[in-house]
Every structure is written in C-alpha cells, then in structure tokens.
C-alpha cells in the first residue's frame, strides 16, 4: 500500500482536483490518500487556510462574518461546479463552517484551529464526492473515527502513540480513503492542528501507521534542489537526500517538506518520495534511511544549503563558568521554568549562548529570565541579541572529509559576512552559521557558489 499526500496547490481548482485523481487512479496501490486545503491559483490568490484564519480572527472580534464565509463557500462552489459534481456538497460546505463559526469563542486558539480544519476536512470530501461521482469507490475518512488521537497543543499538535494501532486498520479497507491533512483530534474529542503545513505530517504518521511501502508526497516542483530556487538562480536537482539531510534542510527553511513530517516515518525506514502533481511522470526527489543512500549520492560532500531567519541570542557570561558543576542544566531551568524552547547551545569556556526563534519572544517573560540568571547563576553579563539567521551546510558526505568547514567560510568571508556562531555536532551532517538576518541571502548565494559552482 502506497500513502500519497497532495498539498494546497494541486487541490487549488478543478483542473488541479483532475490530475489528483488520475495519479490516484493510476495506481492501485494508492489507496490512502492524504489532501490538503485547497492553496494558491496563481502568486498572489489566496489560501482557504488563510481565509479561514481570516474567518476566525473576524469572529473573535465579533465583526460580521458573512463576507468571509460567502468568499470561502464561493472558492469551494467553484471548485465542484467545474468538477460538474451535481450533489449540494457547496451547500453542505457552507453549512459546516456556519456551524463551526456558531461555536464558542470562549478559547480563542480552540475556535481558530475548529475552523482551520474545515480546509482538508472539505477538501477531502470534495474529493471523495468527485471520485464517487465518477464511479469509484472512495469515501472520505473522519480522523476521529480513523483514531487519530493529538496533544491538546492548539496549532502545534503533536501525534499520541496510541494513534498508530487503530490507525494501522485504515490498511485492511480496500476502497480509496480520502483523508484531510493538518488535523486531528484531542483525547477529550476538540478538533486540533499541527503547524502550518502540517499536511505532510498527516501523511507521514499514516504511511507509519499502515507500514506503508512508500510515502508519496505530491507538490508543484520536480524535484528538491540543493538550495531555494527564489534565491540561488537555477539550483541543482538533488534526486536523493538521507532523512537526517532532509530534516536539517527542512528546519533552516526548506519549505518543501514540513519539519516534523520526517519523524514517523524515521523509524521505520519508509521511503519518502517528493513528486511533481503537474508532471507525475518524473521521479521527483527521494528521501531515504543512510544506508539506503546511493554511490552516487555519497560522492556529494554537501547537498543542500538552507538559511532561516527569526532567530535570537541570550548570551550569558561568567568568569571560571566552566568549573561550576550544573551550571548549564540550571540555565535552560530557568527557560524551561518560563515555557521558552531553546534551538542551540554554543559555548565557550567562561560563556555560553542560547539560540532561540524570536517568535518565543516576550518583553516581561525575557525580564525576568534575566533577572533570574543573574540572580540565580550570579553570572558577570547577559545580553540579548536579536535579528540573527541561521545557515546550515548539510551533506552527510562531509563526515570524516576535509575542509569543509574552511570552503564554507571562505566563502562566507569573500562575499564579506561576519560569522557570529559557527555549530557543528558530532554527527557531522551540517555545519551551522549564525550571521546577521539581512546575511541570510547572500550567504546561501556564497554558499551555493563554493560549493556547487
Ligand atoms: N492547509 C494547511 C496550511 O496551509 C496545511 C497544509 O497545507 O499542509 O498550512
């Protein structure tokens, strides 16, 4: 059985919902299909996630919502009459996000994520409607009733491992399953969302679920390429990355791939397969365990090179630090004590940094944290930095080779970028950066230059 994951632009229109189904049609083993809600027609259209947030944000306000509903029903209305679905599916569409919107408001992140869900949650019964219609046996799949059990972490969820073993029954149905993306459910029953994106992680933990033979994930690029192609001019197709390489690359800024969506499927080696909607026939990007990976690919000592922005540092400072037994453990205390995740601990001997996505920022919470480790850790200086990218260098070719760290920043130093942190763990598959966010580009220009000409 094949787990095959669509994202927002190719569910965007009809046409899109068209070649959705002749790939699932293609292939009998396609069997358990994962959608997202319908995205982006062309740059500047809109995404019903985006409208729906929309929806929810002007609720919560008490503003009128009709507007908002009208312009979501109308997105979905067309979608059907072009399918020439002849079922009132729109009407029944419309029905449910007046329901959802009719709900209380009195948890704000709760009613946001009820109605962001009402994306996949329709698309997926568009599809099925669509596939039905035409004589095909699919049906749409409740993830409550499939058993997909979530963290009550409103927009950021995470899957519970209970959810695998009911889950893994979804493999025994011989029809087509249409499941949405992005969302699933609390223990106490309250629909609940991964991150944005989160799609792809609905596919990953049912391809893990189902031990599926392959996990497909259909998107609107051929390939994955050694760096973004908004920034580097035509970069290199890279047609295999090992997961560690693929997870590196996803969380500095790859977008191609959601950053958690890698975990379920880790563990038991199941092969990702990233794969062009608009043109099936290619073999699109794999992604696969290390020992899987290829001569050819091995021979690349770096095979991608990613920046993110958002990031900030929490530098503290103590003279004769590295003889104070704890001293890290009660410093990350006190961050945990206030709720803050941290990414990277770079140190010195007397100092040591904290690398944190700004997003976790707050003025009164950061006062006291610094209050406390000067407090607490009677240290001699803390300051906070903010602004800060972080650029990675990922191959695990470069295990064990020499000299990349001396291309990397060479490079760095030519295209006249000051380094602030240089990371690099054991595991050797990348070396971090941390520059200065308007760096961020021009670093991964340099980088890409160095190292793939
Ligand atoms: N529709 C959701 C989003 O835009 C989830 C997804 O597409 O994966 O983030």
Redesign the pocket.
């Known amino acids: 059985m094949k787990v095959i994951k669509f994202?927002?632009s190719s569910l965007a229109d009809a046409a899109q919902i068209k070649k959705v189904c002749d790939i699932i049609l293609s292939d009998p083993e396609r069997r358990l299909v994962v959608v997202?809600?319908p995205?982006k027609r062309f740059k500047d259209d809109e995404?019903?996630?985006?409208m729906l947030i929309e929806l929810a944000d002007a609720a919560i306000k008490g503003t009128n919502t009709e507007d908002f509903i009208n312009k979501i029903y109308n997105r979905y209305k067309s979608i059907a009459d072009d399918l020439g679905i002849r079922t009132d599916i729109a009407e029944q569409i419309k029905d449910d996000i007046e329901r959802r919107v009719s709900s209380s408001r009195t948890n704000k992140d709760r009613f946001t994520d009820l109605l962001?869900a009402a994306?996949?949650d329709n698309s997926a019964k568009l599809v099925a409607e669509y596939l039905r219609s035409n004589g095909h046996d699919a049906k749409y799949v409740n993830p409550k009733d499939a058993g997909l059990i979530l963290s009550d972490e409103f927009g950021n969820a995470r899957v519970l491992p209970k959810s695998y073993n009911k889950l893994a029954r979804l493999a025994k149905s011989s029809s087509i399953m249409i499941f949405p993306?992005?969302f699933g459910y609390s223990e106490t029953g309250e629909v609940v969302?991964?991150?944005?994106?989160?799609?792809?992680v609905?596919g990953a933990i049912l391809a893990a679920a189902v031990n599926a033979d392959i996990y497909e994930n259909f998107t609107d690029v051929d390939s994955v390429f050694a760096a973004n192609p908004n920034i580097v001019d035509d970069p290199m197709p890279i047609p295999m990355f090992s997961y560690e390489e693929m997870r590196e690359l996803s969380y500095a800024g790859f977008n191609v791939l959601?950053e958690e969506a890698l975990a379920p499927v880790y563990h038991k080696g199941i092969t990702v397969n990233i794969k062009n909607t608009n043109n099936p026939d290619t073999p699109g990007t794999l992604i696969v365990p290390t020992n899987a990976l290829t001569k050819e690919h091995k021979q690349f000592k770096v095979v991608g090179i990613a920046a993110d922005k958002g990031f900030m540092t929490l530098h503290v400072e103590k003279y004769m630090m590295n003889r104070e037994i704890g001293f890290g453990r009660r410093l990350l205390q006190i961050l945990e004590d206030e709720g803050i995740s941290y990414e990277h601990t770079p140190s010195g001997i007397d100092s040591i940094s904290v690398i944190i996505r700004e997003k976790y920022y707050n003025e009164d919470v950061f006062d006291k944290i610094i209050k406390s480790i000067y407090q607490d850790l009677l240290v001699d200086n803390v300051a906070l930095e903010f602004g800060q990218a972080i650029v990675m260098v990922v191959g695990n070719g470069m295990t064990h080779s020499i000299g990349t760290l001396a291309t990397a920043t060479r490079a760095l130093a030519d295209a006249n970028i000051n380094i602030n942190m240089i990371n690099q763990g054991s595991s050797e598959v990348s070396i971090m950066f941390g520059i200065d966010e308007d760096d961020a580009s021009k670093s991964v220009k340099a980088l890409y230059k160095a190292f793939f000409g």
Do not use: I, L, N, P
């Open positions: 994202g927002g997202s809600a995205g995404k019903v996630t985006d962001k994306g996949e993306g992005f969302t991964f991150s944005r994106g989160g799609s792809d609905t959601h």
